[in-house]
C-alpha cells in the first residue's frame, strides 16, 4: 500500500508541475503559417481573393499588418498597390434609353479603391479592378502577424503574379464589295486588317480611320466615308458626345467609365429597328474613291477595356485611293 501511494503521489506532482508550467504558456504563434496558394494569378482588372492567413495551430484570431510590396525581379519595393483609384460600377442597367451624360451618370456609380487590400484579422489579401493600373509583373508581400503569444515578419509569404489584361478585343469582323450608287451584287472582300492601338494618355476617345494599301486615308469630311442608312454605327453605341468628322477619321469621345467594358449600352434603336447584342458597326468607303470603282462595305464588333485613346485603323490590302 505504501508503494502505490508513493507512485499516486509523483503522479499527482508530475500532473501538478505540468499544470503548473502550462498555466505560464499564454497562446501559440507558429512560425510556418502560409496562404493556402504558392503563387496567385491575378488578372489585371478582375477581382480576386486569396483565403485567410493558415494559422497552423497558432491561437487565434491573428491580427496581420502588411508591411511591403515587393517586386521579384527587380527586388525594389513598390507603393502602387495602395494607391486609390476611381473605378466604375453599374447601379442599374444601362439601355438605349439612356442617351445624355445625365443619364448615363445617373446609373453608375463611382468609388475609390486601392489595387490590394489586406484585412487585419486573418490576413486576407485581395485584389480590385484598381490592378488595371498597376504594372504587370511578379510581386511578393511581406507581412507581420501577431496574436496573444506575441508577433513575427514573414517574409515573401504570398507571391502574386499580375497579368496584363487585353486592351480591347475584336469579336467580330467583316468586309464586302458592292456596286457604287446601289444596294447590289455584294462580293466578298477579305483582303484587309484591323490594328488598334492604345495610348493612355490624351483623352477619353475612339478613332476610326480607313485607309488603302499604302496607308492613305479616306476622307469622310469629303463624303469618302459614310454610314449605311438602316444599320448603326459606332455613334449609335457611344451617343453621349457628338461624332467628330475630319479628313482623315471619325472621332468618338467616350465618358470616363473606368472599370466597365465600353460601349456600354445593350442596345440601340436605327430608325424603328432595335439593335441588340454587340455593338456592331457599318460603314461605307463609297465606290469613286476606291480604285475598284465599288463600294467598300467594313463591319464590325469592337470592345474597348481602358480609358484612354484608342485608334482603330482597317486598311484595304489590295485598294488604293483614287
Known amino acids: 500500500m505504501k508503494k502505490r501511494s508513493f507512485i499516486l503521489g509523483i503522479a499527482s506532482l508530475s500532473i501538478f508541475v505540468f499544470q503548473a508550467c ?25 477581382v480576386v481573393y486569396t483565403q485567410s492567413l493558415i494559422a497552423n495551430g497558432s491561437t487565434t484570431p491573428l491580427t496581420v499588418n502588411l508591411l511591403n510590396v515587393r517586386n521579384k525581379e ?9 494607391k486609390e483609384h476611381e ?44 490592378t488595371q493600373f498597376v504594372k504587370p509583373g ?10 496573444i503569444a506575441g508577433s513575427r515578419t514573414f517574409k515573401n509569404i504570398l507571391d502574386f503574379n499580375v497579368i496584363g489584361a487585353k486592351k480591347d ?57 459614310i454610314k449605311r442608312g438602316d444599320r448603326p454605327t459606332f455613334k449609335n453605341w457611344s451617343p453621349y458626345y457628338p461624332e467628330q468628322v475630319s479628313d482623315t477619321a471619325l472621332v468618338y469621345r467616350y465618358p470616363d467609365v473606368s472599370g466597365l467594358v465600353y460601349p456600354i449600352m445593350n442596345g440601340t434603336y436605327v430608325g424603328s429597328e432595335y439593335w441588340s447584342g454587340d455593338p456592331i458597326s457599318y460603314y461605307r468607303v463609297i465606290g469613286t474613291a476606291t480604285s ?14 481602358r480609358s484612354g485613346t484608342y485608334i482603330v485603323r482597317f486598311r484595304f490590302l489590295t485598294v488604293t485611293h483614287s
Not at 527587380?74 to 495602395?82: D, N, P, Q, S, V
Not at 446609373?107 to 486573418?122: D, P
Not at 470603282?293 to 477595356?305: A, M, W
Open 292 to 305: 475598284l470603282g465599288r463600294n467598300l462595305n467594313p463591319v464590325s464588333t469592337i470592345k474597348f477595356y
Open 22 to 46: 502550462k498555466s505560464d504558456q499564454i497562446g501559440y504563434l507558429s512560425e510556418n503559417m502560409r496562404y493556402n496558394v504558392a503563387n496567385l494569378q491575378v488578372n489585371q482588372g478582375m
Open 87 to 130: 473605378i466604375s460600377t453599374y447601379l442599374s442597367e444601362i439601355t438605349w434609353r439612356d442617351t445624355t451624360l445625365d443619364q448615363l451618370n445617373a446609373k453608375i456609380g463611382k468609388a475609390k479603391y486601392a489595387a490590394m487590400t489586406l484585412n487585419t484579422i486573418g490576413g486576407r489579401v485581395g485584389f480590385s479592378p484598381a
Open 74 to 82: 527587380t527586388g525594389e519595393l513598390t507603393t502602387e498597390f495602395f
Open 169 to 225: 478585343s475584336v469579336f467580330f469582323k467583316s468586309c464586302t464589295s458592292s456596286d457604287y450608287g446601289a444596294e447590289a451584287n455584294f462580293l466578298p472582300y477579305t483582303d484587309y486588317e484591323i490594328t488598334i492601338e492604345h495610348q493612355p494618355e490624351g483623352g477619353n476617345k475612339i478613332v476610326y480611320i480607313w485607309e488603302d494599301k499604302n496607308g492613305k486615308p479616306f476622307n469622310p469630311k469629303k463624303g469618302e466615308v
Open 138 to 147: 511578379q510581386y511578393s508581400i511581406d507581412v507581420e502577424v501577431s496574436n
